[in-house]
């Protein structure tokens, strides 16, 4: 069965560079979630859509936006990153109504 | 925030014993999920739990949701080697607030 998508899987960037993650989720899902996970933690919320539109938003820092596209991606911009970045970004889709998150691998994101 | 308390923390057992962990919360929560966590990949969905009080089972594994609606159980039976990793519990409200609140983790070690 067709999995979420997560490119790319391995970032790296210099302080106050810019990074864009990419989210393909589960077909016909309608929500997407992306989390923010550092080492040794549980998975951090940052922000979620429901049909292309923003439904939820965590603790996602004001350096970063994400918006999902008609074809239901969703992509995480991140600007002047810092050293705190580095973290592994995980985007997870559900149907709305099911509660069942199914992530993706990952990207993981490391900033020198 | 809320906050979800998963235990143990850690836990180091034979191959063949069963294991048991919980998580606690101090608000309800509509839907529980477990998940298991290798390193450096993406949360699996090993169970999801929508009703007070519902037993569910996925082979070896033995989830459910307390009658409070704010706490839940995780057991696995005759653990194998490959049941090494983290695994988290989850806690959602569902609907447009579907994110998850995550336990820390209990990290599992099997000894053959």
């Known amino acids: 069965a067709a999995g979420v998508i997560q490119s790319p899987r391995h970032l790296i960037k210099e302080k106050r560079e810019t990074a864009t993650l990419k989210c393909y989720p589960i077909p016909r899902h309608d929500t997407v979630y992306w989390y923010q996970q550092g080492p040794g933690q549980d998975p951090q919320f940052l922000i979620s859509f429901y049909e292309k539109m923003q439904s939820d938003k965590g603790s996602i820092p004001d350096r970063f936006s994400a918006q999902q596209f008609s074809d239901y991606h969703s992509e995480l911009n991140m600007s002047s990153l810092e050293l705190g970045d580095s973290a592994l970004y995980f985007c997870a889709s559900s149907l709305e109504v099911s509660g069942e998150l199914f992530f993706g691998e990952g990207s993981r994101l490391t900033v020198l | ?112």
């Open chain 2, 1 to 112: 925030g809320q906050q979800l308390n998963q235990s143990p923390q850690s836990m180091f057992i034979q191959e063949g014993e069963d294991v048991s962990m919980n998580c606690t919360s101090s608000s309800i929560f509509n839907t529980w999920l477990w998940y298991k966590q290798d390193p450096g990949e993406g949360p699996v969905l090993l169970i999801a739990l929508y009703k007070a009080g519902e037993l569910t089972s996925n082979g070896r594994l033995t989830a459910q949701f307390g009658i409070t609606r704010k706490d839940s159980f995780l057991n696995i039976s005759a653990s194998i080697p490959s049941d090494v990793g983290i695994y988290f519990c989850a806690g959602s409200h569902g609907g447009s607030q579907g994110n998850l609140i995550f336990g820390k983790g209990t990290k599992l070690s099997v000894k053959p």
